[in-house]
């Protein structure tokens, strides 16, 4: 019974002095952020979200993959938190330490309330330049607004960087130049192959290996090295909790599995603790 498991899951909270959350792209999910693995959908849908997540993408066609990014940083300007966000920024006041480790780009567990949560694979609002790494402030203006409509504007030629068109293979935008060197401006994610932000893994990783549990949300626990932040915490003897309406890899690992979706399990866990 899943309220057994809830139970279960609080009673092991309830002990514990420092708690891991570890999520991935499911807890937003029910905000209306697609999760890495679905299909892309409209203008993109002619692409493979992992194919234009990648440095090579960027160097073969700077447009199309800023342009990309400048998409789902609008779409996220639109989405709110869910409650399993509000839930995980409730928590950090039920438990004596709370550390929140996220592989997600977008903002949410900060529009929630947490504070400081550990960005493994970079963020949405953190553009840098492709060149000298510069951070690197970009107005809002750069996007190409969604709501013009695509049959009313011209399609650019192949290959075209114009930000007023829309080609059938999804919409590009010129990256910005870096006001320091002049470089293309990139955005501040961390792409198939490259490393994970030292300082943010490193914190993790500490954190992981000091907490009595991990609750881990939302994500296939299939991409490394952010992966093994659950299992690092196992390895150190604490209790993992998962919270994922499907069957992952981490399944064998936790303690207690609670198959269902973040916005239902996570409040109804902070009102077991609660109570
Ligand atoms: N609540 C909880 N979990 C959900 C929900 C939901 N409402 N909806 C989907 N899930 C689960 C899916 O069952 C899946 O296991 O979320 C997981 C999402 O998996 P991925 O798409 O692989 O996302 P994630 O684990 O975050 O991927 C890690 O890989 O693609 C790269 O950089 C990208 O940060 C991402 C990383």
Same mark, same amino acid.
């Given at each position: 019974?899943?309220?057994?498991?809830?139970?279960? &899951?609080?009673?092991?909270?309830?002990?514990?002095?420092?708690?891991?959350?570890? @999520?991935?792209?499911?807890?937003?999910?029910?905000?209306?952020?697609?999760?890495?693995?679905?299909?892309? @959908?409209?203008?993109?849908? +002619?692409?493979?979200?992992?194919?234009?997540? @990648?440095? *090579? &993408?960027?160097?073969?066609?700077?447009a199309l993959?800023w342009g990309?990014?400048e998409w789902? +940083?609008t779409?996220?300007?639109?989405?709110?938190?869910?409650?399993? %966000?509000?839930?995980?920024?409730?928590?950090?006041?039920?438990?004596?330490?709370?550390?929140?480790?996220?592989?997600?780009?977008?903002?949410? %567990?900060?529009? $929630?309330?947490?504070?400081?949560?550990?960005?493994?694979?970079?963020?949405?609002?953190? !553009?840098?330049?492709?060149?000298?790494?510069?951070?690197?402030?970009?107005e809002?203006s750069t996007v190409t607004s969604p709501?013009s409509? !695509?049959?009313?504007s011209p399609?650019p030629?192949? =290959?075209s960087s114009s930000t007023a068109g829309v080609a059938?293979?999804g919409r590009r935008i010129t990256p910005p130049?870096?006001?320091?060197?002049?470089?293309?401006?990139?955005?501040?994610?961390?792409?198939?192959?490259?490393?994970?932000?030292?300082?943010?893994?490193?914190?993790?990783?500490?954190?992981?290996?000091?907490?009595?549990?991990?609750?881990?949300?939302?994500?296939?626990?299939?991409?490394?090295?952010?992966?093994?932040?659950?299992?690092?915490?196992?390895?150190? =003897?604490?209790?993992?909790?998962?919270?994922?309406? *499907?069957?992952?890899?981490?399944?064998?690992?936790?303690?207690?599995?609670?198959?269902?979706?973040?916005?239902?399990?996570? !409040? $109804?866990?902070?009102?077991?603790?609660?109570?």
């Amino acid at each position: 019974m899943e309220v057994d498991r809830i139970r279960d &899951a609080a009673t092991i909270l309830r002990q514990a002095k420092r708690v891991v959350v570890f @999520t991935g792209a499911g807890i937003s999910a029910e905000s209306g952020v697609p999760t890495f693995r679905d299909a892309l @959908t409209g203008l993109w849908e +002619r692409f493979d979200a992992q194919a234009l997540a @990648t440095p *090579q &993408a960027f160097a073969d066609d700077p447009a199309l993959v800023w342009g990309w990014y400048e998409w789902r +940083r609008t779409q996220l300007l639109r989405v709110r938190p869910n409650p399993g %966000h509000d839930a995980v920024a409730a928590l950090a006041g039920l438990v004596p330490t709370l550390t929140v480790i996220t592989q997600n780009v977008d903002d949410l %567990h900060e529009r $929630a309330g947490s504070v400081d949560p550990l960005h493994l694979h970079g963020s949405l609002f953190a !553009p840098r330049c492709s060149v000298c790494a510069a951070p690197a402030i970009v107005e809002s203006s750069t996007v190409t607004s969604p709501e013009s409509s !695509p049959s009313s504007s011209p399609a650019p030629s192949p =290959g075209s960087s114009s930000t007023a068109g829309v080609a059938d293979e999804g919409r590009r935008i010129t990256p910005p130049s870096c006001e320091r060197c002049g470089g293309a401006v990139r955005p501040g994610v961390v792409w198939f192959g490259e490393a994970l932000p030292e300082d943010a893994l490193e914190t993790a990783v500490l954190a992981a290996s000091e907490c009595d549990v991990l609750l881990t949300v939302g994500t296939s626990g299939l991409v490394y090295p952010a992966a093994e932040i659950p299992r690092v915490a196992a390895r150190f =003897g604490a209790a993992v909790i998962q919270v994922n309406p *499907q069957a992952t890899p981490l399944d064998t690992l936790a303690v207690v599995n609670l198959h269902q979706s973040a916005a239902q399990a996570l !409040p $109804a866990l902070v009102e077991a603790l609660q109570s």
